[in-house]
């Protein structure tokens, strides 16, 4: 599947070291293998970004469904060390309460038909 992928880079526009295609999960559906693939940025899970592949018996693909975000560009190095963050989110999950310097991030809902 990943010879898809780099057959036809210009369709999905994955920069080299920056984005990547993960397979997160793979199940078998009737004669086909079905296989999701989660979107990676600078190797962070991109939420609601990704495909999902429909395999055949001899490896050929046969349909890929899904969306990729091309131009995503983020800050993604963690601006506190692993320890104060778990303290943060014991504090805030146990307690209910959280720092007042902790950035509150909220996340707009996709709805899909």
């Known amino acids: 599947m990943a010879e898809v992928f780099r057959q036809h880079a210009e369709w999905f526009r994955i920069r080299p070291d920056v984005d990547a295609l993960v397979v997160v999960e793979s199940w078998p559906n009737g004669w086909l293998q ?13 939420a609601g970004a990704g495909y999902v592949a429909r395999v055949l018996p001899n490896g050929r693909v046969s349909l890929i469904e899904g969306r990729f975000q091309p131009d995503i560009q983020v800050l993604v190095t ?19 309460h959280y720092p007042s310097d902790l950035r509150i991030l909220q996340f ?3 709805r899909s038909w």
């Open 34 to 46: 079905r296989v999701r693939l989660q979107q990676t940025y600078r190797g962070v899970p991109v």
């Open 108 to 110: 707009e809902a996709e």
């Open 78 to 96: 963690p601006s506190v060390d692993a320890q104060l963050a778990e303290v943060r989110a014991r504090a805030a999950l146990v307690g209910g």
